[in-house]
């Protein structure tokens, strides 16, 4: 099974802050990585597929980078409601793993 | 717009077997593949399994193999999610969810499972 690695685990960040995270595969996965945004109550929001594509409905804000093992998930500029736990997920080969995840929270 | 809605809470004795279901409406239901994810309290989001309608195979993770069955019924466009032989680990919130291309676009509500004596 192919595993995701997060760093950092967690960090603290404030308003207006630009923030990245950092998602790396155990193996070649090309662009097949989505990330999701979990808040404590509500079920995954989907923000980035393919690796780099926005899901319609999500702030410009956010986006995503990279292809075979290492990717990133930036937000330009932190607003008070992007404060939650972020996942990366593969989508190359069964198992679809997701990496363990990193929570922002407020300075 | 398409929707998943999930069955309601759970409560169940150890050993015992979970069914769930999840409904679409909305939109194609055998064009997308269901998946099934979980997250236990405090812990992070856990790939359980999933399955396309229109072929009905499903995949499951190694570490739910055979114990977790996945189905699919057409005629009214939902997905079953069974496990059995429930521990206090299985304790979690369980979210089905649809995958278009290389992501989980719309998920669940979610139920929460609890296993308890």
């Known amino acids: 099974a192919i595993q995701l690695t997060q760093s950092p685990s967690s960090l603290s960040a404030s308003v207006g802050d630009r923030l990245t995270i950092t998602c790396r595969a155990s193996q070649g996965i090309s662009i097949a990585l989505a990330w999701y945004q979990l808040k404590p109550g509500k079920a995954p929001k989907l923000l980035i597929y393919d690796a780099t594509s926005l899901e319609s409905g999500v702030p410009s804000r956010f986006s995503g980078s990279g292809s075979g093992t290492d990717f990133t998930l930036t937000i330009s500029s932190l607003q008070p409601e992007d404060f939650a736990t972020y996942y990366c997920q593969q989508f190359n080969s069964y198992p679809l793993t997701f990496g363990p995840g990193t929570k922002v929270d407020i300075k | 717009q398409v929707q998943l809605v999930q069955s309601g809470a759970e409560v169940k004795k150890p050993g015992s077997s979970l069914k769930v279901s999840c409904k679409v409406s909305?939109?194609?239901?055998?064009?997308?593949?269901i998946s099934w994810v979980r997250q236990a309290p405090g812990q992070g989001l856990e790939w359980m399994g999933g399955?396309?309608?229109?072929?009905?195979?499903?995949n499951y993770a190694e570490k739910f193999q055979g114990r977790l069955t996945l189905t699919a019924d057409k005629s009214t466009s939902t997905a079953y999610m069974e496990l059995s032989s429930l521990r206090s680990e299985d304790t979690a919130l369980y979210y089905c969810?649809?995958?278009?291309?290389?992501?989980?676009?719309?998920w669940g509500q979610g139920t929460m499972v609890t296993v308890s004596s």
């Open positions: 399955i396309l309608p229109i072929l009905g195979t499903p």
């Open positions: 969810a649809r995958q278009l291309g290389d992501g989980f676009d719309i």
């Open positions: 909305g939109g194609s239901f055998s064009s997308y593949a």
